[in-house]
């Protein structure tokens, strides 16, 4: 008999929504403030973020104190979109 | 006549939300790449178009003289066309909710128009003959319409029975949106389905002011999603 997990894991979409939610939020977003909130291991956390900051969501700046992060224009167009699907594909019955 | 006029007005309303929740979908789609999504889309462009078709047809019938052979020709391949397109459509909806029911984890071309022959300057034996040709279409039209609304109805009953398992599973005013617009349409099509029984114009109305009811809370569904903005 097969059992089906009611819980799905996270599409890379949800991920990457989660990383920018939280940068929007935070405003200068350190990696590990983001590692928390997004509840990422750190490899995935470098992975995401590269493609993030590749993609121009995101731009990657340094300091004193090491690297932070903080969101672009083109950023929270994508939350803004991203939002409007997930609130569509739900009435069908879809998660993001 | 006036009724004439306001079908095919709420079939043009009701064909511009189509359209538009097919055109979210595929935007969605583009984002979420879900093939329901895709599905979703391709059903309601299907839709839009009929729709679009139905009132075209529906005007050309009230503007032309009864008489006039060649434009019920065309008539009569146009309305072939838009239902065969609904109930492709509607097919489209509840086959993507198959798979996406199978597949949890990721989630007739219509025949041609028959040649017809102009009616001015004929002999008494022509009109009669064409006469009784035209009730033949007539009763094939009937008989098409009866069985393709038929066929829709329980297409819609079991999009309706799927909405009503994503409301339960997910409570959200969204699906609920979706399961009422979807109620409305098949409550229009079981109405549509006595208005061809009947043959009765009253019933037609009714239905296709439904119908639009229907469409009008999709619109509110799109309008609630952030798509539409107020």
């Known amino acids: 008999m097969v059992t089906l997990s009611a819980e799905r894991p996270r599409s890379s979409l949800k991920i990457y929504l989660d990383i920018l939610e939280t940068v929007r939020d935070e405003g200068n977003t350190r990696p590990t403030r983001i590692l928390y909130h997004a509840n990422l291991s750190h490899d995935r956390l470098v992975k995401y973020l590269g493609e993030l ?44 | 006549m006036a009724s004439d006029t306001v079908i095919s007005v709420l079939n043009i309303l009701s064909g511009v939300v ?68 609904q109930f492709a459509a509607y097919l489209v909806f509840a086959w993507g909710y198959v798979l996406s029911t199978l597949r949890r984890p990721d989630g007739q071309s219509p ?37 393709s609304q038929l066929a829709i109805v329980i297409l819609l009953l079991f999009i309706v029975y799927h909405g009503v398992l994503v409301f339960t599973r997910t409570k959200s005013n969204l699906s609920l949106m979706v399961l009422f617009g979807f109620i409305l349409i098949f409550a229009a099509h079981i109405l549509l389905f006595g208005a061809g029984t009947f043959t009765s114009s009253g019933l037609l109305v009714i239905g296709d002011t439904i119908q639009f009811c229907g469409f009008l809370a999709l619109l509110f569904f799109l309008y609630w999603s952030g798509h539409v903005v107020g």
């Open chain 1, 53 to 96: 900051n590749t993609r121009q969501l995101l731009e990657e700046r340094q300091d004193s104190d090491g690297k932070y992060y903080t969101l672009t224009a083109k950023g929270l167009d994508f939350i803004n979109q991203v939002k409007k699907a997930e609130a569509f594909v739900m009435g069908f019955g879809l998660t993001i």
């Open chain 2, 111 to 147: 025949a041609g128009a028959p040649s017809t022959t102009p009616a001015t300057g004929a002999s008494p034996a022509l009109i009669g003959a064409l006469a009784v040709r035209m009730i033949a279409v007539g009763t094939f039209i009937l008989t098409i319409y009866l069985v």
């Open chain 2, 18 to 85: 189509a359209l538009l929740v097919s055109y979210y979908a595929y935007r969605s789609n583009r984002l979420v790449g879900n093939n329901l999504l895709r599905y979703i889309s391709i059903g309601f462009l299907l839709l839009g178009l009929s729709l679009f078709l139905e009132a075209g047809t529906e005007n050309l019938a009230r503007t032309t003289p009864v008489n006039a052979a060649s434009v019920r020709g065309v008539e009569l391949g146009a309305f072939l066309v838009y239902t065969t397109m």
